[in-house]
């Protein structure tokens, strides 16, 4: 506290500051000598100079003489602190090794000396330079656990390395538990494997470089991959604009033409119709005329008969013919067909587009799922194509069910249905990562995946048969494999549940019998090079095979 109170008092009041070059005036007061000569200086026209303090007023402007008490104490404050902010500065931290012989706040330990088994700070420290006690003790940089150094079987510095057995060891340990073994000093092997650290720390720096190249490049990438799907969106919307106008237009077209021809065609009737008028009228007229004829006397019929032969004669016109016709519903027809060709050729093509997106990939492939919740993040929601389904099956549950039936269904001809086998084909294209599951009945069942150009005729058109698909053959005592036309026989747990995992990019296919385990049944490598399509062959009356509804 007197530190604290010489220091306030060693203040100027002008400055606020520690005094410079003291000077202290009548009244007592003491102030920096050039702090009060500028505020004298001010004052001085007025000829008045009082203290800044105490305002006590001289006549005369006292002279100023520097201090040399308050000067020296001055000083004297100002070693103190610097003292001060040494020791602090020297003080022990949490995570520095303390001097063990401060008794109070301990100071930093400056050495530890292996004979004391103690770390001193600088002032404790001195004895062992100065006292001849101390000359064969040895000094080593700071270290918490000195006694870790140490021998726990010898109490002796532990200086040698047993590479035998990977540990420090002292000289006694080399005649005793190591004797035999291959040892070095703790400095040689410390240097050894400072080497190999300095090596290890290079491989670790090259590697952070090639990593901080790589994020660079990967940065950069992304910044390619902005720019290239904003371009890729701006485009495809243009495009997609541009379908939408020429749809729109191809409308009000078809629009146009019906409502052009049925004008024409209304007129034609009403026309027609007014024709048919005239002639009900006209023939009216001549009916009136003859039997006006036929109630005449004898004579007078028989002088006018040529006449009344004439008009008979002019009433046998033929008569109008309308065929049945369907109006405007042929046309309906040839919309209907050309959104069917039109859908076609925008699924066909969704396909390829979906096909170049998923293969915009510039990062390392992901690793492939393991558990069933992890291929139930890929999962697709997939439905049926009654356009490709064989007449003998029909689809029910949301067009995700195929059951066979014993009457042949009446389904419209189409190029993409099958004819000699019970198989079905997905609407949905599949490309990229892709699972889904498939309940089946007891019986015979292949579940599998195709191209969509797999022929729909013949018998190489069954799942299996050709090179375009693969399936996996449902059996009640037994699994097959079949692609090109080679069975392959697999052995696996008997489940009404297969799941089905596709990774397109990588070309990978598996096969899963679910249950309460996930037991791969067989797996596929190869390279896709085109969008696949789930498919179904269910061989037998009465069976059934249905994609899940998975969540």
Not at 26 to 48: F, T, V
Not at 81 to 104: I, K, M, S
Not at 254 to 273: C, D, F, T, Y
Not at 312 to 335: G, M, N, W
Request: aromatic share 8%.
């Amino acid at each position: 506290m007197a530190l604290q109170l010489d220091q306030e008092k060693l203040c100027c009041s002008i400055c606020l500051d520690l005094l410079k070059d003291p000077v202290t005036i009548p009244c007592g007061h003491s102030y920096c000598m050039s702090c009060l000569k500028s505020r004298w200086d001010e004052e001085d026209p007025k000829k008045i100079y009082s203290c800044p303090h105490c305002k006590q007023t001289f006549t005369q402007r006292p002279v100023l003489v520097k201090s040399a008490m308050f000067a020296d104490l001055v000083e004297a404050l100002k070693k103190t602190r610097l003292q001060a902010a040494l020791a602090d500065h020297y003080y022990a931290t949490p995570g520095d090794v303390a001097c063990d012989f401060c008794t109070r706040r301990k100071l930093k330990a400056l050495k530890s000396c292996v004979v004391c088994r103690v770390s001193y700070c600088e002032l404790h420290l001195q004895p062992h330079y100065e006292s001849p006690a101390f000359e064969k003790h040895k000094l080593i940089e700071p270290s918490k656990n000195l006694q870790e150094k140490f021998c726990s079987h010898h109490d002796e510095m532990m200086k040698i390395f047993c590479r035998t057995d990977q540990q420090t060891i002292c000289i006694l340990c080399t005649m005793d538990g190591h004797k035999g073994h291959d040892t070095v000093s703790a400095t040689v092997e410390r240097n050894e494997k400072q080497r190999q650290l300095g090596m290890s720390r290079q491989k670790i720096q090259q590697r952070i470089q090639d990593r901080e190249k790589d994020v660079k490049v990967l940065q950069q990438e992304v910044e390619a991959i902005n720019r290239s799907a904003d371009k890729a969106v701006e485009d495809s919307e243009k495009i997609f604009i541009e379908l939408i106008r020429l749809m729109e237009k191809r409308s009000s077209a078809v629009k146009e033409l019906i409502r052009s021809q049925h004008k024409i065609e209304v007129s034609r009737a009403k026309e027609l119709e007014e024709k048919l008028e005239e002639e009900i009228a006209e023939l009216r007229r001549k009916d009136a005329e003859l039997e006006e004829v036929s109630h005449t006397d004898h004579i007078h019929f028989l002088l006018n008969y040529p006449v009344l032969s004439h008009l008979s004669e002019s009433t046998d016109s033929p008569s109008l013919k309308i065929q049945p016709l369907r109006y405007f519903e042929d046309v309906i027809e040839a919309v209907s067909e050309a959104q069917d060709k039109l859908q076609d050729i925008l699924n066909e093509e969704w396909a390829k587009i979906s096909l170049k997106v998923i293969d915009v990939d510039v990062l390392l492939p992901q690793p492939e799922p393991k558990t069933r919740d992890e291929f139930l993040q890929y999962t697709r929601q997939i439905t049926l194509n009654p356009n490709t389904i064989n007449a003998w099956l029909s689809l029910s549950e949301g067009d995700r069910k195929a059951t066979v039936r014993r009457e042949k269904q009446l389904y419209s001809s189409h190029p993409d249905r099958f004819t000699d086998w019970l198989q079905v084909l997905s609407r949905e294209s599949l490309t990229g990562r892709c699972y889904w599951e498939v309940e089946r009945s007891s019986g015979g069942v292949s579940v599998a995946v195709a191209y969509k150009d797999i022929s729909r005729t013949g018998s190489e058109s069954g799942f299996g048969n050709n090179d375009k698909s693969w399936a996996l053959g449902c059996f009640d005592i037994t699994y097959y494999f079949r692609h090109n036309n080679i069975r392959t026989l697999l052995s696996g747990p008997q489940s009404s549940r297969v799941g089905v995992y596709l990774d397109h990019k990588a070309g990978t296919l598996s096969f899963y019998s679910i249950s309460e385990t996930m037991t791969l049944l067989h797996k596929v490598q190869t390279t896709f090079t085109q969008p696949l399509y789930a498919g179904f062959w269910v061989y037998w009356v009465g069976d059934t095979a249905e994609l899940c509804e998975l969540k």
